[in-house]
């Protein structure tokens, strides 16, 4: 067999030099890993930019929250206590019904973009701006959906978001939307809380926003009116 494989470099090589063209066999060698290529090609998966984005979003919130909880859990336990409680122990007493449990209700968790959940399928599912803005919720936070079997909508915010405070002055377009203006950058808002606050364009707002990466929503902390 290694005789057989040092005749055909042999052979490609003269052909080469020679300025022949390789054998049958010698462009179906060749080819082979053109073919290899081809084929590694056609297995790349592309994804939307914005799913990219909400999935990155939703790593760095779990990665955010597993650090919490260590450092909470730390110290507290001895490692034989740890040894001695069972998982069913140390289950949550009021964990919901996941889907399918008995068709009764079921739980999706996804991410705030600012004005929807997107859950993990890359469906939306509207988020009640009453309570977005209540709650004053950060594109990045991570929600959980509980739908009852009456068909009812049950937001929990389960993992916030680091979040950075910025003041700025609210503007107001053409199209009735609503923005705050900071630093030559401009976040939308929900209209439900600059109304809450009886904001008007010009006056001062107090605005949260994730404190790592860009966002294009920001929650309404406070308005300070100009004309009283």
Not at 98 to 121: A, C, H, K, W, Y
Not at 136 to 159: P, R
Not at 162 to 187: F, H, I, P
Request: net charge negative.
């Amino acid at each position: 067999m290694a005789n057989q494989n040092k005749n055909l470099q042999d052979d490609l090589g003269l052909a080469v030099d020679s300025g022949q063209a390789p054998a049958d066999g010698a462009k179906e060698y060749l080819g082979a890993g053109d073919n290899e290529k081809a084929s590694k090609k056609d297995e790349t998966i592309v994804l939307a930019k914005s799913k990219v984005v909400l999935a990155k979003k939703l790593l760095n919130n779990v990665k955010e929250n597993s650090e919490r909880l260590l450092e909470l859990l730390a110290g507290s336990l001895k490692v034989e206590d740890e040894a001695a409680i069972s998982i069913g122990q140390s289950s949550d007493e009021g964990f919901e019904a996941g889907e399918g449990s008995l068709g009764e209700q079921r739980t999706i968790e996804g991410v705030f973009d600012g004005e929807n959940m997107i859950g993990p399928d890359g469906k939306q599912y509207s988020v009640p701006a009453n309570y977005a803005s209540k709650s004053k919720l950060v594109e990045g936070d991570i929600l959980k959906l509980t739908i009852t079997s009456s068909g009812t909508f049950v937001y929990k915010q389960i993992g916030p978001i680091e979040r950075a405070r910025v003041v700025g002055v609210l503007e107001r377009t053409a199209t009735g939307e609503y923005l705050a203006l900071a630093d030559g950058k401009r976040w939308r808002l929900l209209t439900a809380s600059v109304t809450y606050y009886k904001g008007e364009a010009g006056d001062e707002i107090v605005i949260l926003v994730p404190k790592n990466g860009e966002s294009k929503w920001a929650a309404v902390e406070n308005i300070v009116r100009q004309n009283g």
